[in-house]
């Protein structure tokens, strides 16, 4: 499969990430999703989340990156983290 297609997939597990984490929050639930297929994360086959969230997130314009770290705060913020990036509000 293409990267970008890949990426794509991967911005669809995002939503769904993202979707059920709000709904835990709901209530000030504290949360944490745990990623335990080894397909998240053996990079062999150029596949793994950390790499893929990489890959979707530096392609983005710079707009579209301020817009995302402002409607997903935190969330964004952890997402970034754990594929070893800052977010643009992190930025200088």
Do not use: C, W
């Amino acid at each position: 499969m293409p990267r970008d297609l890949k990426a794509e997939v991967v911005a669809g597990i995002l939503v769904d990430f993202i979707q059920l984490a709000g709904r835990a929050r709901r209530g000030r639930t504290n949360v944490e999703l745990y990623l335990v297929d080894n397909a998240f994360h053996d990079s062999r086959l150029g596949s793994d989340l950390p790499a893929l969230l990489r890959y979707y997130y530096e392609t983005l314009p710079p707009d579209r990156q301020a817009a995302m770290a402002r409607i997903y705060g935190s969330t964004l913020t952890s997402l970034l983290a754990y594929a070893g990036l800052a977010s643009t509000e992190d930025a200088p």
